[in-house]
């Protein structure tokens, strides 16, 4: 009896834990009890944090402080294990991949010898930003390896979630739709706000492992010359990938930020500021709140994180030197 796997992937800042968030929750309504995977970038763990907080006792694992596909693609196999060992078993494994990976590297370590009895691949959704995915192929063209990657987060998804409709005009979102039809007409489009889909469409054959047999999967079949590809291309990747950067800033507790100064500074990178998220505070509050940067827009949310403060800034061939100097002016 396998476990299926679901996979999410997306560039960054497309609403992957937003959707993440209220999938699990579904999941969970519909009696099924899940396992959660998650990559982060950075070195401090922020995502996972929010969905401790918001679902409390779901079991996860977590891969911090690199790329699920290059640095960290050795760990996936320890990772999925150690989910698969828990009692009561999972019904179902959910990876959040980090913005820049592409899914088939995680479906390549699937295949390993201590996993492949184990698991077997339900789908691939793939969460785009609206407002930004047209952006992509001039912010990174000269960056060939990492734009293959986006594509190919949208070649091998078996759903595709065009979030953030709201942020953009129908014009807009129908080139959109014609660039998610291009890379892959098979797919279902599901257009969103806040990853707000109908999850029958994304959920639907799944029941407790305890109640059946064996799962069949629901994926498309990648090629069966895909992994020797994949091998291939792995080390151009490590390059592509070494262009984003992670900076982690710790903060002072007693520090407290101008909410205007902070999102400034955030805008003020030549749009190489990819995605921001942290806890500090702001405009005097004695508490912390959950900063998100995306999109060159900033939301805060309050929290009950009571940790050290910090933010994680990820970009694209940032001068870390230079940001962090001019960090100092916000403060």
């Not at 979030?163 to 257009?191: G, I, Y």
């Not at 806890?279 to 912390?288: N, V």
Request: hydrophobic share 40%.
């Amino acid at each position: 009896m396998k476990t299926p796997v679901l996979i999410i992937s997306g560039f960054l800042g497309s609403g992957k834990t937003t959707l993440l968030l209220q999938l699990l929750s579904d999941i969970r309504q519909r009696g099924l009890k899940p396992a959660i995977l998650m990559n982060e970038l950075g070195r401090q763990d922020v995502d996972g944090l929010i969905l401790t907080q918001a679902l409390d006792g779901l079991p996860l694992e977590k891969l911090l402080d690199g790329c699920i596909c290059c640095s960290k693609k050795s760990e996936i196999s320890g990772a999925l294990q150690h989910l698969l060992a828990l009692r009561p078993a999972p019904d179902l494994l959910v990876i959040e991949l980090t913005g820049v990976a592409n899914p088939e590297e995680v479906v390549d370590a699937m295949a390993d010898p201590s996993l492949r009895d184990s698991v077997i691949l339900d789908k691939i959704i793939t969460v785009l930003d609206a407002e930004h995915a047209l952006d992509y192929n001039s912010i990174f063209s000269t960056d060939k390896e990492l734009v293959h990657t986006l594509r190919r987060q949208i070649d091998v998804a078996d759903a595709v979630i065009i979030n953030k409709t709201d942020l953009v005009d129908s014009s807009h979102l129908a080139k959109v739709t014609k660039l998610v039809e291009k890379h892959n007409p098979f797919a279902p489009r599901l257009p969103a706000v806040n990853a707000k889909v109908d999850f029958d469409l994304l959920l639907h054959g799944l029941q407790p492992l305890r109640q059946t047999g064996n799962l069949a999967p629901t994926s498309r079949r990648f090629p069966e010359h895909a992994s020797h590809r994949h091998e291939h291309e792995h080390g151009h990747r490590h390059k592509s990938h070494s262009r984003i950067q992670s900076i982690f800033i710790p903060i002072p507790e007693q520090a407290s930020f101008s909410e205007k100064k902070l999102e400034k500074f955030l805008k003020h990178r030549e749009g190489r500021v990819l995605r921001a998220k942290g806890y500090l505070s702001l405009d005097g509050s004695p508490h912390a709140s959950l900063i998100q940067f995306a999109g060159k827009r900033m939301r805060k949310e309050t929290s009950p994180y009571d940790g050290p403060h910090y933010l994680v800034v990820i970009g694209y061939e940032l001068d870390e030197a230079r940001l962090l100097e001019e960090w100092r002016s916000v403060c």
